[in-house]
């Protein structure tokens, strides 16, 4: 059957967050008004793609919020709301996302509810910033939307060659002669601060990534995360391939769970999903499937398991 939204039962705040050295980010939090037991607390912490400010996912976030989840939305630094001055005079850098921001939010969800439940949801990069989270120990589940490995070699192979080009020449010039990359301008979302555009196209030079030696971010924290992973692709999405995705989901190698879901739009009645469309409410039946697999807490002894 499926799960009937009541768009009434819902309240919604906005508020900052501190970061781990202090920054204010700006944090939304929707929050169900029907009595939740304590037992059964479960708060989804939503993280963002590269570039996309925490409003778009607002329909998505109110959907989880009437079915009883506690969802915490934040702009990261430089991005949104969390952007405090001119672009060109901030930097910061995915890496930094995750070990000041994303470590910050995990931090104040487990101070607001101490004995709830903890899932992540990330789109894009937002899936790749909890391997950078020193206390990613906390979250119980990942949930990947369309996050690749974005080596370049593993775009689809139409764009491949233009990908390579732009994120290997015409993304970094363009960082280091304007102070930020101008991704507003190519329809990429909100401007990216320059170490955001520099690490992007350093790590997507070989297939380690954001783990090789030397190109990559070390250290990092993504062998300490233990929980579940669940990976979401889609077949009209020339960016996250199915290949991209489940070589990233592998990064998080002490997950006691990887299930990955490859998703075919038209089986669900949805014309286009591509890289950022899950979150239009055309996916709602998506919505519902998700809804169902993080009501289905695992049972700790269970081995790791592997879905397609």
């Known amino acids: 059957m499926p799960i009937k939204a009541a768009s009434n039962l819902v309240r919604t705040q906005h508020q900052d967050i501190l970061a781990e050295d202090g920054y204010p980010l700006a944090a939304s939090m929707y929050e169900p008004l029907r009595e939740t037991s304590l037992s059964n607390l479960h708060v989804i912490l939503l993280n963002s793609g590269t570039g996309v400010k925490r409003g778009y996912y607002a329909a998505f976030a109110r959907f989880l919020a009437e079915q009883g989840f506690i969802v915490v939305s934040y702009d990261y630094r430089g991005i949104g709301e969390s952007l405090r001055t001119d ?4 930097d910061t850098s995915i890496s930094e996302w995750g070990e000041k921001d994303c470590t910050a939010l995990i931090r104040w969800v487990r101070e607001q509810y101490p004995l709830a439940r903890i899932s992540i949801i990330g789109h894009s ?3 790749k910033i909890p391997g950078f989270a020193a206390n990613n120990i906390e979250i119980s589940d990942i949930i990947t939307i369309a996050v690749p490995n974005s080596y370049w070699g593993y775009w689809h192979w139409w764009g491949r060659r233009g990908y390579f080009l732009g994120v290997q020449f015409i993304m970094p010039a363009l960082a280091h002669a304007l102070k930020y990359f101008p991704s507003q301008r190519l329809g990429l979302g909100e401007n990216y601060p320059k170490g955001v555009a520099l690490e992007w196209s350093r790590w997507s030079r070989r297939k380690a ?9 070390h250290p990092n924290h993504f062998a300490e995360f233990r929980g579940r992973v669940l990976a979401l692709s889609f077949t009209d999405d020339i960016i996250a391939t199915p290949k991209a ?8 190698n002490n997950a006691r769970q990887h299930t990955h879901w490859n ?8 014309k286009h999903i591509g890289h950022s469309g ?3 409410s055309a996916c709602a039946p998506l919505w519902e499937k998700l809804v169902v697999w993080l009501r289905e807490y695992e049972i700790p002894h269970l081995s790791q398991a592997t879905e397609s």
Do not use: D, N
């Open 125 to 127: 990069a937002g899936g």
């Open 209 to 217: 990534y954001l783990l090789h030696p030397q190109r990559g971010h």
């Open 278 to 280: 899950f979150f239009r």
């Open 263 to 270: 998703i075919s739009p038209k089986e669900y009645g949805v």
């Open 245 to 252: 995705v489940a070589s990233f989901m592998k990064f998080y």
């Open 87 to 90: 672009i060109r005079t901030f």
